[in-house]
């Protein structure tokens, strides 16, 4: 099982940014692809980025190319999400997810392929 924590939210002026961590606890985290998703007030989650457990291969969703980076140490069982040129609308609560694999080119960006969520972590950009 892997546990995961978030951490790095707050409130940002337009065009800060952020950039957010993510913790897993448990062995296994380098078999373990993951993904960054986000879910506004009344909207429904959305995948944000993906990375495979080699950190080889990444996805982003196309609101988000070219301002996001996603990256891991597995040396640190950690996930992040760097956010830059934030808009209002990336305001939302941002989650980290886990899903065993054991293809380290593969990443997923669906949210029915996580195994493991963390609680999340409120971004907010004032205009």
């Known amino acids: 099982q892997v546990q995961l924590v978030e951490s790095g939210g707050g409130l940002v002026q337009t065009g800060g940014s952020l950039r957010l961590s993510c913790a897993a606890s448990?062995?296994?985290?380098?078999?373990?692809?993951m993904g960054w998703f986000r879910q506004a007030p009344g909207k429904e989650r959305e995948v944000v980025a993906a990375?495979?457990?080699?950190?080889?291969?990444?996805y982003y969703a196309d609101s988000m190319k070219g301002r996001f980076t996603i990256s891991r140490d597995n040396a640190k069982n950690t996930v992040y999400l760097q956010m830059n040129s934030l808009k209002p609308e990336d305001t939302a609560v941002y989650y980290c997810?886990?899903?065993?694999?054991?293809?380290?080119?593969?990443?997923?960006?669906?949210?029915?392929?996580?195994?493991?969520w963390g609680q999340g972590t409120q971004v907010t950009v004032s205009s």
């Open positions: 997810a886990a899903r065993f694999t054991y293809y380290s080119g593969s990443y997923y960006y669906k949210s029915s392929d996580f195994d493991y």
């Open positions: 448990g062995r296994t985290f380098s078999r373990n692809a």
């Open positions: 990375i495979s457990t080699s950190g080889g291969n990444t």
